[in-house]
């Protein structure tokens, strides 16, 4: 496990999630070129998300699986 921890820019994150339905994990499903995930480079599709929590709606805190 890991923590990943971005800050929102104006396309968001940058990336997009599939899954949590029917107690399925949620996972990371595509990393938007040059968005903050990307830039981090700490988060990678395929990822779960296992925590997520928002300070002012800038920053954003995961705890991640892979």
Do not use: C, W
């Amino acid at each position: 496990m890991r923590r990943v921890v971005l800050k929102k820019g104006p396309s968001g994150l940058g990336f997009n999630i599939v899954g949590g339905e029917e107690d399925e994990g949620i996972f990371v499903s595509f990393i938007l070129p040059g968005g903050p995930a990307d830039v981090s480079g700490d988060l990678h599709k395929g990822d779960q998300l296992l925590s997520v929590s928002a300070v002012e709606h800038l920053f954003h805190n995961f705890i991640t699986y892979r």
